[in-house]
Protein backbone atom coordinates (compact mmCIF):
# COMPACT_ATOMS: atom_id res chain seq x y z
CA UNK A 1 0.00 0.00 0.00
CA UNK A 2 1.45 3.32 -1.18
CA UNK A 3 1.50 5.96 1.18
CA UNK A 4 0.11 9.34 0.95
CA UNK A 5 1.53 12.49 0.89
CA UNK A 6 -1.02 15.37 2.45
CA UNK A 7 0.24 18.97 1.50
CA UNK A 8 -1.05 22.40 2.34
CA UNK A 9 -1.74 25.27 0.38
CA UNK A 10 -1.88 28.98 1.28
CA UNK A 11 -3.56 30.51 -1.40
CA UNK A 12 -1.66 32.96 -3.44
CA UNK A 13 -4.71 35.78 -4.53
CA UNK A 14 -8.29 35.81 -3.46
CA UNK A 15 -9.79 36.73 -6.60
CA UNK A 16 -13.68 37.32 -5.22
CA UNK A 17 -13.72 40.84 -6.42
CA UNK A 18 -13.25 40.40 -10.37
CA UNK A 19 -15.02 37.17 -9.89
CA UNK A 20 -18.53 39.39 -8.77
CA UNK A 21 -21.11 38.39 -11.02
CA UNK A 22 -18.43 36.42 -13.42
CA UNK A 23 -17.36 32.43 -13.42
CA UNK A 24 -14.22 31.07 -14.47
CA UNK A 25 -13.67 29.52 -18.07
CA UNK A 26 -9.84 28.74 -17.24
CA UNK A 27 -6.83 29.70 -16.07
CA UNK A 28 -2.81 28.89 -17.00
CA UNK A 29 0.58 30.02 -16.25
CA UNK A 30 2.11 32.28 -18.70
CA UNK A 31 5.02 32.68 -20.08
CA UNK A 32 6.58 34.25 -17.66
CA UNK A 33 5.23 32.28 -14.68
CA UNK A 34 2.54 34.75 -13.96
CA UNK A 35 -1.24 33.48 -13.41
CA UNK A 36 -3.69 34.42 -15.94
CA UNK A 37 -7.42 34.12 -15.48
CA UNK A 38 -10.36 33.91 -18.05
CA UNK A 39 -13.74 34.84 -16.58
CA UNK A 40 -17.47 35.44 -18.07
CA UNK A 41 -20.48 36.88 -17.23
CA UNK A 42 -22.24 33.26 -18.48
CA UNK A 43 -21.32 30.23 -20.14
CA UNK A 44 -22.41 29.69 -23.74
CA UNK A 45 -24.55 26.96 -24.33
CA UNK A 46 -23.39 23.83 -25.98
CA UNK A 47 -24.64 22.62 -29.85
CA UNK A 48 -26.84 19.64 -29.69
CA UNK A 49 -25.99 19.36 -25.76
CA UNK A 50 -22.22 18.47 -26.85
CA UNK A 51 -20.11 20.82 -29.00
CA UNK A 52 -18.51 24.11 -27.50
CA UNK A 53 -20.10 27.07 -30.55
CA UNK A 54 -17.56 28.88 -32.76
CA UNK A 55 -19.72 31.71 -32.38
CA UNK A 56 -22.76 32.49 -30.35
CA UNK A 57 -25.70 34.45 -31.60
CA UNK A 58 -25.42 36.07 -28.23
CA UNK A 59 -23.53 38.02 -27.15
CA UNK A 60 -21.11 37.44 -24.01
CA UNK A 61 -18.87 39.29 -21.70
CA UNK A 62 -15.08 38.68 -20.94
CA UNK A 63 -13.05 39.40 -17.92
CA UNK A 64 -9.42 38.63 -18.41
CA UNK A 65 -7.20 38.73 -14.78
CA UNK A 66 -3.54 38.47 -15.19
CA UNK A 67 -1.30 38.75 -11.95
CA UNK A 68 2.22 40.53 -12.19
CA UNK A 69 4.73 40.78 -9.04
CA UNK A 70 3.53 44.91 -10.25
CA UNK A 71 0.07 44.07 -9.23
CA UNK A 72 -2.99 42.69 -10.73
CA UNK A 73 -4.12 43.71 -14.57
CA UNK A 74 -7.75 43.76 -15.35
CA UNK A 75 -9.22 43.65 -18.96
CA UNK A 76 -13.15 43.62 -19.54
CA UNK A 77 -14.00 42.46 -23.00
CA UNK A 78 -18.07 43.32 -23.51
CA UNK A 79 -20.03 41.91 -26.41
CA UNK A 80 -18.11 39.23 -27.48
CA UNK A 81 -19.67 36.78 -29.61
CA UNK A 82 -16.46 34.61 -30.28
CA UNK A 83 -16.27 31.46 -27.64
CA UNK A 84 -12.98 31.66 -25.98
CA UNK A 85 -11.18 29.01 -23.55
CA UNK A 86 -7.39 29.60 -23.64
CA UNK A 87 -5.86 32.67 -22.27
CA UNK A 88 -2.06 33.47 -22.63
CA UNK A 89 -0.20 36.55 -22.44
CA UNK A 90 2.21 37.44 -25.02
CA UNK A 91 5.16 39.51 -25.07
CA UNK A 92 4.03 41.39 -22.15
CA UNK A 93 2.02 43.72 -23.84
CA UNK A 94 -0.70 41.32 -25.38
CA UNK A 95 -2.92 38.64 -24.27
CA UNK A 96 -3.62 35.78 -26.78
CA UNK A 97 -7.44 34.59 -26.39
CA UNK A 98 -8.28 31.16 -28.18
CA UNK A 99 -11.25 29.11 -28.83
CA UNK A 100 -11.14 25.35 -28.73
CA UNK A 101 -12.94 25.36 -31.95
CA UNK A 102 -12.67 26.25 -35.85
CA UNK A 103 -15.31 25.98 -37.99
CA UNK A 104 -14.12 25.06 -41.95
CA UNK A 105 -16.93 26.75 -44.36
CA UNK A 106 -14.89 26.74 -47.16
CA UNK A 107 -11.45 27.45 -48.39
CA UNK A 108 -12.09 31.28 -48.51
CA UNK A 109 -14.15 31.35 -45.01
CA UNK A 110 -12.23 29.67 -42.39
CA UNK A 111 -12.91 30.84 -38.70
CA UNK A 112 -9.70 32.13 -37.07
CA UNK A 113 -9.85 31.13 -33.34
CA UNK A 114 -7.07 32.99 -32.16
CA UNK A 115 -7.05 36.55 -31.29
CA UNK A 116 -4.10 38.90 -30.04
CA UNK A 117 -5.44 41.81 -27.77
CA UNK A 118 -4.08 45.01 -26.29
CA UNK A 119 -4.20 45.16 -22.64
CA UNK A 120 -6.73 48.46 -23.88
CA UNK A 121 -9.13 45.64 -25.46
CA UNK A 122 -8.24 46.50 -28.94
CA UNK A 123 -7.76 43.59 -31.26
CA UNK A 124 -5.04 43.74 -33.34
CA UNK A 125 -4.94 40.40 -35.53
CA UNK A 126 -6.32 36.97 -35.88
CA UNK A 127 -5.16 33.46 -37.34
CA UNK A 128 -6.69 30.16 -37.17
CA UNK A 129 -5.22 27.41 -34.76
CA UNK A 130 -7.40 24.57 -36.24
CA UNK A 131 -9.70 22.81 -34.31
CA UNK A 132 -10.34 20.90 -31.47
CA UNK A 133 -7.24 22.55 -29.75
CA UNK A 134 -6.94 20.58 -26.26
CA UNK A 135 -4.27 23.06 -24.60
CA UNK A 136 -2.87 26.40 -25.59
CA UNK A 137 0.54 28.09 -24.26
CA UNK A 138 3.06 30.47 -25.26
CA UNK A 139 6.81 29.83 -24.75
CA UNK A 140 8.91 32.67 -23.19
CA UNK A 141 10.14 33.39 -27.01
CA UNK A 142 6.41 33.91 -28.02
CA UNK A 143 5.97 30.94 -30.10
CA UNK A 144 2.58 28.68 -29.47
CA UNK A 145 2.52 25.40 -28.56
CA UNK A 146 -1.33 24.01 -29.45
CA UNK A 147 -2.08 20.60 -28.36
CA UNK A 148 -5.42 18.78 -30.08
CA UNK A 149 -7.77 16.40 -29.12
CA UNK A 150 -9.52 13.54 -31.12
CA UNK A 151 -11.95 15.47 -33.23
CA UNK A 152 -9.11 18.41 -34.13
CA UNK A 153 -6.57 14.99 -35.23
CA UNK A 154 -9.39 13.18 -37.11
CA UNK A 155 -11.61 16.13 -38.58
CA UNK A 156 -14.91 17.44 -37.92
CA UNK A 157 -16.23 20.72 -38.01
CA UNK A 158 -15.78 20.43 -41.93
CA UNK A 159 -12.11 19.60 -42.15
CA UNK A 160 -11.36 16.91 -44.16
CA UNK A 161 -8.13 17.51 -43.90
CA UNK A 162 -7.85 18.76 -40.00
CA UNK A 163 -4.87 21.74 -38.84
CA UNK A 164 -4.08 19.36 -35.52
CA UNK A 165 -3.87 15.62 -37.59
CA UNK A 166 -0.23 15.82 -36.10
CA UNK A 167 -1.84 16.75 -32.37
CA UNK A 168 1.30 18.81 -31.53
CA UNK A 169 1.85 22.07 -33.47
CA UNK A 170 4.29 25.07 -32.63
CA UNK A 171 3.59 28.51 -34.33
CA UNK A 172 4.79 31.86 -34.12
CA UNK A 173 3.35 34.79 -32.75
CA UNK A 174 1.61 35.56 -36.24
CA UNK A 175 0.09 32.26 -36.85
CA UNK A 176 2.39 30.50 -39.05
CA UNK A 177 3.07 26.66 -38.45
CA UNK A 178 7.01 26.50 -36.94
CA UNK A 179 6.96 22.70 -36.72
CA UNK A 180 4.68 19.44 -35.37
CA UNK A 181 5.10 16.28 -34.04
CA UNK A 182 5.92 13.40 -36.36
CA UNK A 183 2.66 11.43 -36.64
CA UNK A 184 4.14 8.63 -38.42
CA UNK A 185 5.19 5.48 -37.18
CA UNK A 186 4.77 4.38 -33.34
CA UNK A 187 4.24 7.33 -31.85
CA UNK A 188 0.40 8.94 -33.52
CA UNK A 189 -1.45 11.32 -30.76
CA UNK A 190 -5.00 10.60 -31.31
CA UNK A 191 -5.69 12.66 -28.81
CA UNK A 192 -3.20 14.67 -26.62
CA UNK A 193 -4.81 14.58 -22.87
CA UNK A 194 -1.98 16.55 -21.28
CA UNK A 195 1.00 19.08 -22.26
CA UNK A 196 3.61 21.32 -20.49
CA UNK A 197 5.53 23.66 -22.20
CA UNK A 198 8.95 24.12 -20.31
CA UNK A 199 10.70 26.46 -22.05
CA UNK A 200 11.05 27.86 -25.68
CA UNK A 201 12.94 24.54 -26.73
CA UNK A 202 11.51 21.49 -24.51
CA UNK A 203 7.60 20.23 -24.03
CA UNK A 204 6.24 17.25 -22.76
CA UNK A 205 3.49 15.70 -23.70
CA UNK A 206 1.16 13.24 -22.70
CA UNK A 207 -0.90 11.19 -25.58
CA UNK A 208 -3.61 8.43 -26.01
CA UNK A 209 -3.63 5.52 -27.14
CA UNK A 210 -1.14 4.34 -25.75
CA UNK A 211 -0.76 7.07 -22.37
CA UNK A 212 3.15 7.57 -23.46
CA UNK A 213 5.12 10.85 -22.89
CA UNK A 214 6.84 12.60 -25.27
CA UNK A 215 9.29 15.31 -24.13
CA UNK A 216 10.53 16.92 -27.44
CA UNK A 217 13.53 19.16 -27.48
CA UNK A 218 15.07 20.72 -30.36
CA UNK A 219 13.10 19.05 -32.94
CA UNK A 220 13.62 15.78 -31.47
CA UNK A 221 11.57 13.49 -29.80
CA UNK A 222 12.04 10.67 -26.64
CA UNK A 223 9.27 8.77 -24.94
CA UNK A 224 9.01 7.68 -21.50
CA UNK A 225 5.80 5.39 -20.02
CA UNK A 226 4.24 6.89 -16.82
CA UNK A 227 1.84 4.36 -14.89
CA UNK A 228 -1.02 6.75 -14.82
CA UNK A 229 -3.97 6.37 -17.62
CA UNK A 230 -5.91 9.46 -18.28
CA UNK A 231 -3.92 12.36 -16.33
CA UNK A 232 -5.06 15.84 -17.69
CA UNK A 233 -2.19 17.98 -15.96
CA UNK A 234 1.29 17.37 -14.98
CA UNK A 235 4.47 18.56 -13.70
CA UNK A 236 8.01 17.85 -13.58
CA UNK A 237 11.18 18.40 -11.92
CA UNK A 238 14.11 16.71 -11.85
CA UNK A 239 13.49 12.93 -12.59
CA UNK A 240 10.22 13.20 -10.44
CA UNK A 241 6.20 13.97 -12.04
CA UNK A 242 3.59 14.72 -10.32
CA UNK A 243 -0.02 13.58 -12.52
CA UNK A 244 -3.04 13.89 -11.09
CA UNK A 245 -5.49 11.01 -11.43
CA UNK A 246 -7.40 11.72 -15.12
CA UNK A 247 -10.63 10.54 -15.88
CA UNK A 248 -12.59 12.77 -13.50
CA UNK A 249 -10.21 12.25 -10.71
CA UNK A 250 -8.85 15.40 -10.96
CA UNK A 251 -8.07 15.57 -6.83
CA UNK A 252 -5.82 12.73 -6.65
CA UNK A 253 -2.39 12.99 -7.65
CA UNK A 254 0.43 10.50 -8.45
CA UNK A 255 4.15 11.21 -7.36
CA UNK A 256 6.21 9.22 -9.60
CA UNK A 257 9.70 8.53 -10.40
CA UNK A 258 11.77 8.09 -13.69
CA UNK A 259 13.01 4.51 -13.59
CA UNK A 260 14.82 3.76 -17.03
CA UNK A 261 12.13 4.65 -20.07
CA UNK A 262 9.27 4.44 -17.39
CA UNK A 263 7.51 6.42 -14.90
CA UNK A 264 6.70 4.77 -11.50
CA UNK A 265 4.27 5.38 -9.02
CA UNK A 266 6.07 5.96 -5.64
CA UNK A 267 3.40 7.98 -3.36
CA UNK A 268 -0.20 9.36 -3.76
CA UNK A 269 -0.53 13.12 -3.07
CA UNK A 270 -3.56 15.52 -1.89
CA UNK A 271 -3.81 18.90 -1.71
CA UNK A 272 -5.45 20.32 0.74
CA UNK A 273 -6.44 23.63 1.80
CA UNK A 274 -5.16 26.20 5.17
CA UNK A 275 -8.70 24.55 7.19
CA UNK A 276 -7.54 21.02 6.27
CA UNK A 277 -10.18 20.38 3.72
CA UNK A 278 -9.80 18.90 0.45
CA UNK A 279 -8.53 21.31 -2.91
CA UNK A 280 -11.42 20.78 -5.13
CA UNK A 281 -9.80 22.57 -8.17
CA UNK A 282 -12.38 24.35 -11.05
CA UNK A 283 -9.81 24.90 -12.96
CA UNK A 284 -5.82 23.88 -13.30
CA UNK A 285 -3.05 24.54 -15.08
CA UNK A 286 0.71 23.13 -15.33
CA UNK A 287 4.14 24.82 -16.49
CA UNK A 288 7.42 23.17 -15.43
CA UNK A 289 7.36 22.20 -12.02
CA UNK A 290 4.31 24.81 -11.16
CA UNK A 291 0.98 23.72 -10.92
CA UNK A 292 -2.19 26.26 -10.94
CA UNK A 293 -5.64 25.32 -9.14
CA UNK A 294 -8.56 27.86 -8.90
CA UNK A 295 -11.03 26.63 -5.55
CA UNK A 296 -13.50 28.64 -5.67
CA UNK A 297 -12.39 32.29 -5.71
CA UNK A 298 -9.08 31.38 -4.36
CA UNK A 299 -5.66 30.38 -6.16
CA UNK A 300 -3.20 28.15 -4.85
CA UNK A 301 0.16 27.34 -6.48
CA UNK A 302 2.37 24.57 -6.22
CA UNK A 303 5.91 23.75 -7.66
CA UNK A 304 7.35 20.37 -7.30
CA UNK A 305 10.61 19.92 -5.38
CA UNK A 306 9.18 22.64 -2.65
Known amino acids: ?56 EEAY ?3 IVILQEAG ?4 HLPNEHWNYHFIQQLDHGHILLAGARSEYHSADHIEENARVFTMEGECV ?9 EDLYVAPDN ?11 YGNFGWDTPIGRHGLIRWDDEGRQLEHHDSSGDHHISDCYAMNV ?36 FAMHGDKLLMNGGYGDQEQFFELERNGSRYVTKRFVQF ?35
Open 1 to 56: MKETNIISLIPIADLAEEMQSYMPVSISIGPGGEPCVLLTNEQPPLQQGMFPQTVT
Open 61 to 63: DYK
Open 72 to 75: TQVL
Open 125 to 133: RSFCLGDGI
Open 143 to 153: SIWTSYFDEGV
Open 198 to 233: VSDEEVWFYYYMDFELGVRKAGQSVYYMPDVEGASH
Open 272 to 306: RKPNGSLLRPQATSNRGRQLLFLDGTELFRYELGD
